[in-house]
């Protein structure tokens, strides 16, 4: 008698229970609500103009679709979202590789190190928001960047005031918060390289510039695939620092803001537009983690 | 006298060297501090504008107080009710937790010693659902668990379990996989029941990618703010990063009030410090593990 396959159900069931509850069932019925005239607590009937009686007779077919796609907001928060998700993706990683690079070079101390620029990624998104809001608004425009004070530089002036200039400061706080903790995935992958490569590059005498491009980055790419798939889907699904920095003003909303204010904007509240704009944020951060996993294995292979 | 010459060069050959690495540590070093303390910085604003009246901190932001008051970190304490909510943090994070580890370590155990095509299609079930963002299906879950009567602080540990489980499954599936089950079948054999058996045998061998689970958990609920917001939203049972949030809107009405959220950002990310810095060790090998595993 096998004890697992007698207990394999009854021990599972929590989880799948758990799971259909809170996932698979919401999900589902959040597909259908998103071709239905909902109105959170209600259901409408465009035919009748009033609560609809069943569920089907409030069906609407794609409008809650064309809706959204004519919502100038959801368009901009859309553009404004990819937009900051490249800057981002590429400016973290980068923040992040350069600081275990720097980090594993250094002999005492390194541990120290790692603590500091780690800490920011243990203090919540909306926390670190209020106190960069802070930076930008007073220590940047005040102090640092005004015309008498360290250097003169407009641009980083007033940026919670601008869509574009909101945007860097976005991913100024990002490289901030989550530097380190990508650097503690490089650090990682760093470690994993065997010395034996770098001695035997060194013996043919190789620069620099050509090991870090022959053996570091090549072998760095298990890391790349992780971090990359970390900053894109923690990019693409920002919202606590976007609220505590400028809380969509100025443009400045990305789409899970959008998501969630679009159900404030209307009267009566508009939940099956808002649930569309869901379902097309869905199959956009479907597709892309799906695509982006694809190539970077497929890269990591050929390798 | 030739070979003497020849040592000569060697020896200054290598001082040059030697002091090359020195000088290139130096610059690594100084980089170092200097980020270190841009870094810091935010913090350093965060705490000495923290015993500091408005007016002070738009004059001097970045100076130490005139006079040390903690009058407005005793303000910012009653205004975001820092010992309930930090309490009702705690709770929920804790049984949050305590419920993922359970179900999904219980769970991946299952899938992954009884190799069906159930146990695939399930397991590929966790893995998929992790595409999934929250948004997809915040509006829904809130309805649902409203018709249930559990929009409240029991339904949101619930919703943190079913959130967390994907993920964790994932974890001590890929672990449960690497443990060999001849200890178990040991432990058959000596007359142990399912429990005794996971309890006393499978749990220990677990603990590392546990602590795993805890942490990359535990982070995400303390400092979670959207599903507090949906579900309890402005209660009495609102969580720190929540009364943060309601204390920020309310008192915002007239401008930007430093003084306030200051001290209150302060105390609510002091509890974190503290355990990030007796758990560091845990909490870092807990990401990188994490990080390498998915």
């Given amino acids: 008698m096998d004890i697992y396959k007698k207990w394999f159900w009854i021990l599972l069931a929590p989880a799948i229970l758990l799971f259909f509850l809170v996932i698979i069932f919401p999900f589902i019925v959040g597909l259908l609500n998103s071709f239905l005239a909902w109105r959170g607590t209600y259901y409408f009937d465009p035919e009748t103009g009033i609560r609809a009686q069943s569920m089907f007779s409030s069906f609407i077919g794609f409008e809650n679709y064309t809706n959204a796609f004519k919502d100038e907001r959801f368009i901009r928060a859309l553009v404004y979202t990819i937009q900051y998700t490249f800057v981002a993706v590429v400016v973290v990683n980068i923040v992040g590789l350069g600081l275990a690079l720097l980090v594993t070079k250094a002999q005492k101390g390194a541990s120290l190190f790692r603590t500091v620029f780690f800490l920011p990624n243990m203090l919540g998104g909306l926390a670190l928001g209020f106190i960069w809001q802070f930076i930008f608004q007073i220590v940047f425009t005040n102090l640092l960047f005004s015309p008498d004070g360290l250097l003169h530089i407009p641009f980083l002036r007033y940026m919670t005031q601008d869509s574009t200039k909101a945007l860097f400061a976005l991913v100024i706080l990002n490289a901030w918060q989550f530097g380190g903790y990508m650097m503690i995935i490089y650090i990682a992958g760093l470690n994993n390289i065997s010395r034996d490569y770098y001695e035997a590059a060194s013996i043919d005498g190789a620069t620099p510039i050509r090991t870090f491009r022959s053996i570091t980055v090549p072998m760095l790419m298990p890391s790349f695939t992780v971090v990359f798939f970390l900053t894109l889907s923690n990019s693409f699904k920002l919202l606590d620092q976007n609220i505590a920095l400028t809380d969509g003003e100025f443009n400045t909303r990305l789409l899970a803001m959008q998501i969630l204010r679009t159900v404030k904007d209307t009267a009566p509240p508009d939940y099956g537009k808002a649930q569309a704009q869901a379902v097309i944020f869905f199959l956009l951060v479907a597709s892309i983690t799906l695509t982006q996993v694809y190539v970077t294995k497929k890269r990591e292979l050929e390798l | ?294």
Avoid at chain 2, 41 to 60: C, E, H, M, V, Y
Avoid at chain 2, 184 to 192: L, S, T, V
Avoid at chain 2, 236 to 244: D, H, R, S
């Fill in chain 2, 1 to 294: 006298m030739a070979y003497q010459s020849r040592e000569s060069v060697a020896v200054t050959g290598d001082t040059n060297y030697f002091l090359k690495k020195k000088i290139k540590l130096g610059i690594t070093y100084v980089v170092l501090i200097l980020i270190a303390l841009y870094t810091l910085a935010p913090l350093w604003f965060l705490f000495t504008n923290s015993f500091k009246g408005q007016a002070d901190i738009i004059r001097d932001p970045l100076g130490p107080p005139q006079s040390f008051s903690f009058s407005y970190i005793l303000n910012a304490i009653s205004q975001i009710h820092f010992f309930r909510s930090l309490i009702i943090t705690f709770l929920i994070t804790f049984f949050s937790v305590g419920l993922i580890v359970t179900i999904s370590s219980l769970g991946a155990w299952m899938l992954v010693r009884n190799k069906t095509k159930w146990s695939q299609v399930i397991f590929m079930a966790f893995v998929a659902a992790m595409l999934i963002p929250f948004q997809a299906i915040m509006y829904p879950l809130i309805q649902f668990f409203e018709t249930l009567g559990l929009k409240n602080a029991p339904g949101l540990v619930l919703m943190y379990g079913g959130f967390g489980l994907s993920m964790s499954i994932f974890l001590y599936h890929g672990f449960v996989k690497g443990v060999p089950k001849g200890i178990e079948e040991a432990g058959i054999i000596d007359g142990c029941n399912i429990f005794q058996l996971f309890y006393h045998i499978v749990l220990p061998l677990l603990s590392s990618i546990t602590v795993t689970v805890i942490v990359l958990n535990s982070m995400w609920i303390w400092n979670d703010y959207l599903l507090p917001f949906l579900v309890v939203g402005n209660s009495n049972t609102k969580t720190l990063v929540l009364e943060l949030y309601f204390a920020r809107i309310l008192a915002g009405q007239f401008g930007n009030p430093w003084e306030l959220i200051f001290p209150a950002v302060l105390v609510t990310i002091v509890p974190i410090v503290i355990i990030f810095l007796f758990l560091q060790k845990y909490i870092v090998k807990g990401i990188t593990d994490g990080a390498i595993k998915s």
